[in-house]
T-cell receptor, first 116, second 114 residues
Framework: DTAVSQTPKYLVTQMGNDKSIKCEQN?????MYWYKQDSKKFLKIMFS???????INETVPNRFSPKSPDKAHLNLHINSLELGDSAVYFC???????????????FGSGTRLTVV | AQSVTQPDIHITVSEGASLELRCNYS??????LFWYVQSPGQGLQLLLK??????LVQGIKGFEAEFKRSQSSFNLRKPSVHWSDAAEYFC????????????FGTGTRLLVSP
C-alpha cells in the first residue's frame, strides 16, 4: 500500500490547457503539502493544508488552486498552463498539528509536468 | 532570512570510501533537521532526523548525521559508500512552532565511482 500516492505520474500538455494532479495519503496524517521541484532540483513549498484548511500559501500564481475535499486528499488544479510550469510536483503529508513531526514528512513519487 | 545551505552541488566518491555531505542552516532557533535522499525519477525518502537530545543521529542505509549547534550544521556521513548510494541528497529544516513546513537546501548530487 502506497503511503502517499499521486496521479498521474507523467503529464504532457499544451500551453493554455487546464490540468489537475491528485494526491491521496493513507497515513492518517492531518497536514498535506504541495512542493514544486524545478529543473535544478530545487524544492519549494507551494501550499499546505491542515484538516482541509489552507494554512500555507506561498507566492504562487493564482492559476494554481489547491483543493482538499478531506484530510486524506489534496488536489492541485492549474489553469492556463505556461512553459514555466514544467516541473516535478510532489505531494507530501505529515502529522503536524502543533506537535513534533516524529515521522518526518512522507512524499509521493512526484508528477512530472511538461508543458509544450 | 531563514535559509538552508548545501555548499557542494556535486560530490564524487569512490565506492568503499567515506562520505560527508555538508549542511548549514540559518534560523532564529534550532529547527527540526532532516536529510532526504532522492534516487533518479523517484520521490524523497527520509534518511534521518534530529529533534533534540543526542546530537549524533543514526538513520537508514548506514547513514548518520551530527548536529553541531555552534556551527549551525547538520552534516551527513557514511563510513563506506556503495554504488547504490548514488542519488541526490537534500538537507531540510522545519520550524518548531506553529504549522511546520519543510525548507530544503539546494541538494548535493552524489556520484559513486568504481
Amino acid at each position: 500500500d502506497t503511503a502517499v500516492s499521486q496521479t498521474p505520474k507523467y503529464l504532457v500538455t499544451q500551453m493554455g490547457n487546464d490540468k489537475s494532479i491528485k494526491c491521496e495519503q493513507n497515513l492518517g496524517h492531518d497536514t498535506m503539502y504541495w512542493y514544486k521541484q524545478d529543473s535544478k532540483k530545487f524544492l519549494k513549498i507551494m501550499f499546505s493544508y491542515n484538516n482541509k484548511e489552507l494554512i500555507i500559501n506561498e507566492t504562487v500564481p493564482n492559476r494554481f488552486s489547491p483543493k482538499s475535499p478531506d484530510k486524506a486528499h489534496l488536489n492541485l488544479h492549474i489553469n492556463s498552463l505556461e512553459l514555466g510550469d514544467s516541473a516535478v510536483y510532489f505531494c507530501a503529508s505529515s502529522q503536524s498539528q502543533g506537535v513534533t513531526p516524529v515521522n518526518g514528512y512522507t512524499f509521493g513519487s512526484g508528477t512530472r509536468l511538461t508543458v509544450v | 532570512a531563514q535559509s538552508v545551505t548545501q555548499p557542494d552541488i556535486h560530490i564524487t566518491v569512490s565506492e568503499g570510501a567515506s562520505l560527508e555531505l555538508r549542511c548549514n542552516y540559518s534560523y532564529g532557533a534550532t529547527p527540526y533537521l532532516f536529510w532526504y535522499v532522492q534516487s533518479p525519477g523517484q520521490g524523497l525518502q527520509l534518511l534521518l532526523k534530529y529533534f533534540s537530545g543526542d546530537t549524533l543521529v543514526q538513520g537508514i542505509k548506514g547513514f548518520e548525521a551530527e548536529f553541531k549547534r555552534s556551527q549551525s550544521s547538520f552534516n551527513l556521513r557514511k563510513p563506506s559508500v556503495h554504488w547504490s548510494d548514488a542519488a541526490e541528497y537534500f538537507c531540510a529544516v522545519g520550524e518548531r512552532s506553529g504549522f511546520q513546513k519543510l525548507v530544503f537546501g539546494t541538494g548535493t548530487r552524489l556520484l559513486v565511482s568504481p
